[in-house]
């Protein structure tokens, strides 16, 4: 049997005899305990707030495209069909379609309530491609075949649907600002459908009609103001854009999904890391309560310490039996906790445990994401500090005088 056998087998005999003692049973357990909670916490919070990000990340697709192109002036581009076919040409995309955007102001026919827009006009075949729109359509008309807006006819977020009391079949007033001094354009519109995405910002502001109607209003016949670009991997999508970038060069600019919400998305990873730090100190205590127990073992054991030193095991050797007991303890604690946090995940993802009012969270439970990558970094930090944990008592049993340890042991 080799030297590391010997020593952490003595580790394991320590371990199990400790439970024929109440008081150091119980301080072993407290140990686990507190290893289990911190890594159990952790494991839980960080799911939790991935599937906020993931929620987050997955509504902003649902009513914002990979890749944006536009002119860096802002202006409109009547070539849009060659930027198109170039567009085309790259591997990482798989679909685009041509957009106008104006602004305006929209009222309710039967309501005094008015409200600014966002008008998007787009083709809604390849926009429901690239957005799922037909997804997010909460309430739609009769006439709405799922397939075409339709003429005179407009998509209206649920905010905005709310705010100037409209609802799907219902008409609508769009006003437009004409040449400077000129009264501005004025239409009637049927609202064919109302969507909810999720994201208050834009279901408060936005609304779609189909392209050739946006560009007989606008009088652009043959122009857009940008193309939204949907790739095959979104993660590819910032690389994807500064390639397009490259090969349209100026007056175009590609900017990614991540970075028209790099705010955000910048925030949301800030508060991970920080909840991630403030939870780990619950492990920092729980290691603190490892120390304490190993320096217990080691006064319970000092008799038993200065037998081994005089049979010749090394000062490092019986250092090594303790720094193994720390090890063993902050494992089980570590285990325990992963087991539980993601056994408990697994419940708040698939089980309705907790109930949230969805008018303002636009979700009715908590939305949870199980990453492997937050597992491993969980384990490997509570695993590093057991580490730490077991260095100093296992420093102070190797400075025991042997003579000292037997006579008062």
Partial sequence: MSAVSVEFFIAIRYLKARRKAFFSSLTTFIAIGGTSLGVAALVITLAVMSGFQSDI?????????????????????????????????????????????????????????????????????????????????????IKFDGENIGERSIILGCELAKSISTDAGDEVILMFPANLGSIPKMYKFNVSAVIQSGMYDFDSSLGFIDLKEGQSLFSMPDSVTGLDIHTTNFEKASVTAVELQKYLSYPYKAKAWLDMNRNLFSALKLEKIMMFLILGLIIIVAAFNIISNLLLLSVQKSKEIGIMSAMGFSKYSISKIFFYEGLIVGSMGTILGIIFGVSLSFALKYLDIFKLPKGIYYVDRLPVSIASLDIFVVALSAFGISLVAGLYPARQVAKLDPLEAIRYG
Avoid: M, W
């Fill in 57 to 141: 990340r997955n509504k902003i697709f649902g009513i914002q495209p990979h890749i944006l192109v536009t002119r860096s002036n802002g202006g409109s581009f009547d070539d849009y069909l060659t930027v198109e076919n170039k567009i085309k040409n790259n591997i990482n995309v798989s679909s685009v379609s041509p957009f106008i955007y104006k602004q305006g102001i929209i009222r309710g026919i039967d309501s005094a309530s008015t409200s600014g827009i966002i008008i998007k006009a787009i083709d809604y075949a390849k926009e429901n491609k690239i957005l799922n729109l037909s997804s997010q359509i909460v309430v739609s008309d």
